[in-house]
Structure formats: C-alpha cells, structure tokens
T-cell receptor
C-alpha cells in the first residue's frame, strides 16, 4: 500500500522535449508538493497545492507547470527540457500543511541529455 | 547564501556510540523544526518535529533538542547501529507563513560495525 507514488521512477530524455511526472497519494491529504533535489542533494520546494489550489510557486521557470486534477493527484509537466533540469524530483503530501508530517514519494530521477 | 546549515561532511562513528548531528539557522525564529532521514535512492522520511516551546523531544533512540537562543537543533542517535547510516535533513518554516518548508543540505551518517 504505497502512500505517495510517482511515475516514472527514471526518465531519460533529450533537451527540448516535453515530459510529465505523475504523483498520487492515497492518504487523504489536503496538501501536495513538488520538490527538486539537485546533484548536491539540496532539497528545494517548487510548488505547493492545497485542495487543488496553488499555494506556493517558488522561483521556478514557467516551463514547469503543475496540474492537480483532484486532491489526490499532483502532476508536473515540464516543457522544453534543459540540461539543468536534470535532478531527482520528489512529490510529497501532508494532512494540513507543513506543520504536519510530510510524506514523500520515491522520487523521479530525470536525466536530460 | 545557505540559510540552514548542516555539516556537509559525513559523520563516521562506531556502532554503539551516540551520533550527534547539528542544524544551525540564522535570522529566523521558526515555530518548529523537523528532522527527516533519507536513504540513497529514496524519498525523505519524517522522524521528529520539535516546537519552539519544547527544549527536547525523544522517540526511541532518537533525541532532538531545540535552542532558539543559539538558533540550533541537535539530533542525537544513541546506541547507533549500522542501519542508522543515512543522510539526515533538518527543515523549518523560515517564513513562519505555514506554507513552505526549507531543508538543510543534510548530513550523511555512517555507522561502522
């Protein structure tokens, strides 16, 4: 029973392509997040959604567009991929926001060639 | 500049000893601080949350302290085991806006048998 799942686990693609990463949580949480972890292992928040509404959009290029079709899903679409987009992307969820425990997905390792 | 500092060098200790990891922050007055564990190739897993009015919190072999004067949290693992080897991340809400966690860079702990 995976709490937060992401697909795919690995994504290798060429520069300039468009790709999507899917995230689903079965915890009934209201808030979902996307984080990026770079090669130096820094984990930085990208987006936060609460009940399908965007709460945070940190300084992320507008090539990145999150989409939340319902409370249990938060997908990340990336246009015109660049080399610098290579990283591990984590989806997470929490019950009521960041004062609650955040549950992370297994991550998606994106490699842009 | 780094807003939350954790020792970027790996901490190597002998099994059975107490591991102590440090998280320092500057210029903020967070209401709480969280600690997470991250294993290679996996998402972070929540361990403990400590609030500003709590000096210390314990969970099994884990102990966290929070000194708001020193702007520092210490994370202790007593009777450490090789299975405790992982990267440990601290995180706090630097804006106190209740919507965004900022993570430190993590400290890698290696417990040798």
């Amino acid at each position: 029973d995976t709490a937060v799942s992401q697909t795919p686990k690995y994504l290798v693609t060429q520069m300039g392509n468009d790709k999507s990463i899917k995230c689903e949580q079965n915890l009934g949480h209201d808030t979902m997040y996307w984080y990026k972890q770079d090669s130096k292992k820094f984990l930085k928040i990208m987006f936060s959604y609460n009940n399908k509404e965007l709460i945070i959009n940190e300084t992320v290029p507008n090539r990145f567009s999150p989409k939340s079709p319902d409370k249990a899903h938060l997908n990340l679409h990336i246009n015109s991929l660049e080399l610098g987009d290579s990283a591990v992307y984590f989806c997470a969820s929490s019950r009521k926001g960041i004062t609650d425990t955040q549950y992370f997905g297994p991550g998606t390792r994106l490699t842009v060639l | 500049s780094q807003k939350i500092e954790q020792n970027s060098e790996a901490l190597n200790i002998q099994e059975g000893k107490t591991a102590t990891l440090t998280c320092n922050y500057t210029n903020y007055s967070p209401a709480y601080l969280q600690w997470y564990r991250q294993d290679p190739g996996r998402g972070p897993v929540f361990l403990l949350l400590i609030r500003e009015n709590e000096k210390e919190k314990r969970k099994e072999r884990l102990k966290v302290t929070f000194d708001t004067t020193l702007k520092q949290s210490l994370f202790h693992i007593t009777a450490s085991q090789p299975a405790d080897s992982a990267t440990y991340l601290c995180a706090l809400d630097i804006n106190n806006a209740g919507n965004m966690l900022t993570f430190g860079g993590g400290t890698r702990l290696m417990v040798k048998p």
